[in-house]
């Protein structure tokens, strides 16, 4: 196991431990890679940023935030978010870990993907959500400083990344297309289904069963 990567320290508690293992038994190298560098990412926005934040929290929520794409993981009517929100939660209840704490995590998971909301709210969210838009969109890639960028690819590297990421998420949900409603990953479902259409926020208040 890599312990330090762009001078962050990967948390070596059990806890963290633990959570590792069960990305690595019910993930692949794809999500592995990708959360690990969402972790170092966001951890190094926040240490630039001299935050106060539990660098322990936001691992977990790095390893659990794409859990819910995977088979292990994935419920027949949840976004795929809210899965990852829900394993990590039940997973953080073995360890006695404080209510609030545990919450944290869950928002951070199921926020990752709520642009104008996650950057808002705690660390944790906001860094997750942070680490999540450079590896998979490049938000921030300029300031983001390009030593320690490239230290953290080194350890994780993307492996054509781009062209692997829009697919992995549309096996994730492809079975509940109905959940991307209002999010960012409707655009997924059209990348494949082109005729696909969710149903619409103004016809929902058009024929909602109010009289007037």
């Not at 592995?32 to 929520?61: I, M, P």
């Not at 209510?99 to 950057?119: F, N, R, Y």
């Not at 590297?157 to 109905?178: L, Q, V, W």
Request: charged content about 25%; proline content about 5%.
């Amino acid at each position: 196991m890599i312990q330090e990567v762009a001078g962050i320290k990967v948390p070596d508690t059990r806890l963290a431990k633990d959570a590792a293992d069960i990305l690595r038994e019910y993930g692949n190298d794809l999500l592995w890679n990708h959360s690990n560098r969402v972790f170092f990412f966001g951890a190094v926005n926040g240490k630039q940023a001299k935050l106060n934040y539990d660098l322990e929290l936001l691992y977990v929520s790095a390893l659990f935030h794409d859990l819910g794409l995977t088979k292990a993981y994935s419920s027949p009517d949840l976004r795929f978010e809210v899965d990852g929100a829900n394993a990590a939660r039940s997973f953080l209840q073995q360890y006695q870990i404080p209510k609030e704490s545990i919450q944290l995590v869950w928002d951070a998971i199921a926020l990752h993907t709520t642009p104008g909301v996650a950057e808002h709210k705690e660390s944790e969210v906001a860094l997750l959500f942070s680490g999540v838009g450079l590896d998979v969109m490049g938000d921030g890639f300029e300031e983001f400083p390009a030593d320690l960028r490239e230290e953290v690819i080194q350890a994780f590297p993307r492996n054509n990344f781009k062209k692997k990421i829009i697919p992995a998420f549309y096996e994730g949900f492809k079975h509940k297309p109905e959940t991307t409603f209002g999010n960012m990953k409707e655009d997924v479902v059209q990348h494949f289904r082109p005729e696909y259409r969710n149903k619409n926020f103004c016809s929902c208040i058009i024929h909602s069963p109010w009289p007037e």
